[in-house]
């Protein structure tokens, strides 16, 4: 039930393509979602964060996507860049506790 | 501002000896957390301290881990002994308030 759950593992896409990213949780006390952005070499960054009380968070190219009946949200990339490539990480926390779950990760490669 | 600091970057030690990771947080932040990330992996907590107390240390091997923070600043890892599923990048983090949190930079700990 502390599990949170990201797919796919890895992902390739082209340069100025949408890159998605999804995750799934099942603890319905999480309430803050944030995404982490990790190069290699880095630790993980605050990306974007989302509550489940919007169904939609947007800052810059980065979209969070969020399905609070459906306990999953996502990130979109758009128009994503040589840059954005780095491995990516969901997590979710609730108000209670003081544990952020990172979900396993995605390895992004955007091609030239 | 000068981010959170860890030494050293790298370590590589033989199963069965003892070694110690090092943390300076970010000037300020109250709570310090350690994160263990095996690769292909993401970050798990391992502690967290608030000031120099202890909040949550659930999913510490309290057997071979330990772990202290200096007068509420300064923090050291443990290991001993090691063993080789060990082998990770053990990653430190401080927080300002709730839901914000800056890594450092990690030491990847290689155990042969």
């Known amino acids: 039930q502390q599990q949170v759950k990201q797919s796919p593992q890895s992902l390739i896409v082209q340069k100025g393509g949408i890159s998605i990213i999804n995750c799934a949780y099942e603890?319905?006390?999480?309430?803050?979602f944030p995404w982490y952005q990790q190069f290699p070499g880095k630790g993980p960054a605050l990306l974007i964060a989302?509550?489940?009380?919007?169904s939609e968070k947007k800052e810059g190219r980065f979209t969070i996507s969020f399905n609070k009946s459906a306990k999953q949200f996502s990130l979109h990339i758009m128009d994503s860049q040589p840059g954005d490539s780095a491995t990516y990480f969901c997590a979710a926390k609730d108000t209670g506790g003081f544990k952020t779950i990172f979900g396993a990760g995605t390895r992004l490669f955007v091609k030239a | 501002e000068a981010g959170v600091a860890q030494s050293p970057r790298y370590k590589i030690i033989e199963k069965r000896q003892s070694v110690a990771f090092w943390c300076n947080p970010i000037s300020g932040h109250a709570t310090l957390y350690w994160y263990q990330q095996i690769l292909g992996q993401g970050p798990k907590l391992l502690i967290q301290?608030?000031?120099?107390?202890?909040?949550?240390d659930s999913q510490l091997p309290k057997d071979r881990f330990s772990a202290e923070r200096l007068k509420g600043v300064d923090s050291t890892l443990k290991i001993q002994p090691a063993k080789l599923e060990d082998s990770a990048v053990y990653l430190c983090a401080s927080s300002p308030r709730a839901n914000i949190q800056y890594f450092g930079a990690g030491t990847r700990l290689s155990v042969l």
């Open positions: 301290f608030q000031n120099n107390g202890v909040v949550d």
């Open positions: 603890n319905t006390a999480f309430d803050y």
């Open positions: 989302i509550r489940p009380d919007v």
